[in-house]
């Protein structure tokens, strides 16, 4: 079975479960600063078979304020990964 025919687990809430792993009061304030680089750290370590795709594009435009475009996990997973790689960049070239 390839991962696009993958059934969710259905842990719940993605958004929650994030909120929790940052340690958040709220969701919404995993939108800027630290907390929304923990959420991007936080996401790229999730089993992302464990929340349908559909909650995984609800998050990449409520973090990014675009939206992505999923066709499979393997994309969901590239996708986080590649955040999380981009923001280590450019801290490492910011120092």
Not at 5 to 11: F, M, V
Not at 80 to 95: D, E, H, P, Q, S
Request: proline share 2%.
């Amino acid at each position: 079975m390839n991962e696009q025919q993958r059934t969710p687990a259905n842990r719940g809430d993605l958004f929650e479960e994030l909120r929790q792993c940052v340690g958040c009061e709220f969701v919404s304030d995993m939108r800027s600063g630290a907390e929304r680089r923990e959420a991007l750290r936080a996401a790229a370590e999730l089993n992302v078979t464990d929340y349908p795709l559909s909650q995984w594009k609800d998050l990449a435009r409520y973090l990014h304020l675009k939206r992505a475009k999923f066709d499979d996990y393997t994309s969901v997973r590239l996708y986080f990964n590649k955040k999380v790689t981009r923001r280590i960049c450019f801290l490492v070239g910011a120092a």
